[in-house]
């Protein structure tokens, strides 16, 4: 069976096409600068990359693109646009909905009812359903949502202390996001060490340029860092991360700043790059760091003691935890990030061979765990696009 699988910005569109019973890519690429200039870049395993500028003004277009290439002479993996047989699409908020879908119309009006909620990611993930739908008709289409594995938060866990008024006109209230590679590398954690999910702690630390860390015990989320939006939690590489929430109306009257403005300013100006003034980047903040800047290194430390507070305060909440993880551009890659977050926590439990962190292979899941370390420290590559083939083909399979 083949399964396209779309990631939709608000400029961009990724797509992967997976043959699962061969359980292999077969062909993926990006198409980016949607409506202002596009490129794409098309790539199928062992054959050269295709890259080119293209003239792309909306989704539809873009997915147009995806399925010439695909189907092309030279460059296609495949002869028709039928021998896709199914479509998984990346939605990063899901509301209320729980668990991977078949799109309907139903679920599809649901989106569009939430898309104040989630106005950077939403309009562009039903653009791209939207453009799949009218080239594919009828073709099996499921949504996958970010938010979905967090939904067995307790309201403990997802309420915030406001009138709760709110909660019930707005449904204010912490969804949590990256839920798609959280729950693909806490399985993925399971069967590394060879238990049964519903045995662990886990804490999941998903560190790219978005992160979020997630408490996993038995299987089930019980806490997430992000919030009503990816906003909230650890900073990241543009995002501020939580901060005292007058800060916000305090700035705003200060320096006049509409709620947009003030959107842009700890979405886009903040983190890595507001602290540092160098780079939203981890390579260029650290090579910044490296060179004596010292608001570069004020980034990093900043960066580093959150993530420490969070993965204590799930400490805290689970009673322990068997196993830490990282993934992402940033946790699967920086052997000094890991190690600076793992150092002095002996008192938790945790202790990485140093050593190895800095020469162990990437790319591959990987133990980092001193001996005698009461807790497994992992590094489990993500695999979203992975995550969401599988959900499809499942549902399409018990269809
Ligand atoms: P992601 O959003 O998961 O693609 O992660 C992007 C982040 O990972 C960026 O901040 C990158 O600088 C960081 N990253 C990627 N590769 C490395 C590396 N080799 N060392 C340090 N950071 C890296």
Redesign the pocket.
Known sequence: MKILVVNAGSSSLKYQLFDMDENKVIAKGLCEKIGIGAAVTHKRPGKPDYKADVDLKDHDDAIALVLRLLTDPELGVIASVNEIDAIGHRVAHGGKLQSSMFITDEVLHYLESIVGINPLHGPPAIKGINACRKVMPGKPMVAVFDTSFHSTMPPKSYLYALPYEYYEKYKVRRYGFHGTSHRYVANQAAAFVRKPLESLKIITCHC???SSITAVNAGKVIDTSMGFTPQEGLPM?TRSGSVDPTVVTYLMREENLTPDQMDDVLNKKSGLLGVSGVS?????V?AAAQAGNERAKLALDMLVQSTKKIIGSYIAEMNGVDILLFT???GE??RD?RQAVCRNMDYLGIAIDEKYNQSCPRGENVDLSAPGSKVKVLVIPTDEELMIATDTLNLVKNN
Not at 280 to 284: A, C, G, K, L, P
């Open positions: 790219g340029n978005g590489g939203s980047d981890m390579r260029e650290g992402a551009g940033i890659n920086d990030f």
